[in-house]
């Protein structure tokens, strides 16, 4: 069996540039999760390809026009080929639709194997669409779609201009083609009956742990932190969060980062409140050493929205294999077994949140640091991306 994963994938050194040169800051989760399964697989097989479409905003917001081809390796068996791009609204999409059929075709072309498997991350309809097209002209071929979250729930509300207009548009294609690939991964165990795909051979995996990411030593602040990092998004229910801290009275500080549609009441906030720090956007690698630092790291996504039964928030397991203790709404998403080893948000009013917040930060620094190793000892033995891939590589044998 091969395997060729199409998506955003690149070396963290290049996406982190990307990152530095945006005026528009790309999600790290997307790449660091391509990243992971490309580790994993590469671990079950001796070559992985990945064909990459950077994910970057269109120029000018981006720091290129056109992109050219381009190649990296990560280690030893994974090879990068960045396809090329033109990076202008409306062209863009095109752009990618005719170069992802193209080397995708090409790899099934000169692969030789009696199974061929075509991994679409995400059903973005620009190469997802272009990777079954090319797969349904070779009988050896499978498309799966790795399937993180629904298009209808984004993040931000669609408003009247052309860009939403386009993204509405590509929304609609994309629920009309849920039930359109050979077999899925998805996140959670919600996201089947939505898609219409009860029928389909599917697998579910929450998503990876990858410990060596926090292979170094980190000293706490010295002043006891609560730390948020994600988007600044109505969805990620950060300005309640906000609310909620400047209602405690709590001798402690709460670091944020990240950047989105709340990020001026961010810093709107943090300018009321010396406690609140914001740091924007930075690289993946200052991000982990804050984490270490912190003493709880927090996600509040309301259980109110049922939305978030259909994702599981991928910055849980990057929070719990920090080692770092872990304070959080009981999401859907979000399997039972999970919340034997973080804190739990059960009162999701502001004044609810106020006193998790504060009953979290003023239990003693050993407690914390205890449950913070728990959960990093169950990710790390249980999630860790070489034993999801393994169970991915199962499931794509049997097809």
């Known amino acids: 069996m091969k395997i060729c994963l199409v998506g955003s994938l690149l070396p963290t050194k290049i996406f982190d540039d990307i990152v530095r040169k945006s005026k528009y800051k790309p999600s790290n989760a997307p790449e660091n999760f391509q990243l992971m399964l490309a580790k994993g697989l590469s671990e079950q097989m001796d070559y992985l390809t990945a064909i990459s479409f950077p994910t970057m905003a269109p120029y000018p917001k981006g720091p290129e026009l056109f992109l050219q081809e381009k190649k990296y390796t990560i280690g030893s068996d994974i090879e990068i080929v960045s396809a090329p791009m033109i990076n202008i609204q409306g062209f863009k999409q095109r752009s990618i639709s005719h170069h992802a059929y193209r080397y995708v075709r090409d790899w099934l072309r000169n692969t030789n194997d009696d199974k061929k498997i075509v991994i679409s991350y995400s059903d973005y309809p620009p190469y997802a669409d272009a990777c079954r097209k090319a797969c349904a002209r070779d009988d050896k071929a499978s498309c799966v779609l790795l399937m993180t979250d629904l298009p209808t729930f984004s993040l931000y509300e669609h408003k009247s201009n ?163 203790a872990v304070l959080t709404t009981r999401v859907g998403g979000i399997p039972e077994e999970y919340f034997d080893y973080v804190y739990t948000i059960n009162d999701e009013s502001i004044d609810g949140i106020a006193k998790s917040i504060e009953k979290t930060l003023n239990i003693p620094i050993e407690e914390l640091t205890l449950i913070g190793n728990r959960a990093k000892t169950f990710v790390t033995e249980k999630k860790n991306y070489s034993e999801q891939a393994k169970r991915i590589v199962e499931f794509l044998n049997k097809l």
């Not at 709460?254 to 961010?266: P, R």
């Not at 930075?282 to 984490?291: G, I, T, W």
């Not at 259909?310 to 990057?318: D, N």
Request: aromatic fraction near 12%.
């Open 162 to 324: 052309p860009y939403t207009w386009m993204m509405n548009r590509m929304d609609r294609d994309r629920i009309r083609n849920f039930d359109q690939f050979d077999a899925y991964i998805l996140l959670t165990k919600y996201m089947q009956k939505e898609m219409r795909i009860e029928n389909k051979p599917v697998v579910i995996v929450e998503g990876f742990s990858d410990p060596a990411a926090y292979d170094f030593d980190e000293k706490k602040n010295a002043k006891k932190t609560l730390m948020y990092a994600g988007a600044l998004s109505t969805v990620h229910n950060i300005r309640t969060l906000v609310d909620a801290f400047l209602r405690t009275d709590i001798d402690a500080e709460f670091w944020i980062f990240g950047g989105g549609d709340q990020q001026e009441y961010v810093c709107e906030a943090a300018s009321k409140d010396k406690r609140i720090r914001y740091f924007g956007k930075v690289s993946r690698n200052e991000m982990l050493h804050a984490q270490k630092r912190a003493h709880v790291l927090v996600s509040a996504k309301s259980t109110d929205d049922r939305h978030t039964n259909f994702a599981f928030p991928s910055k849980i397991l990057e929070y719990m294999t920090s080692g770092t």
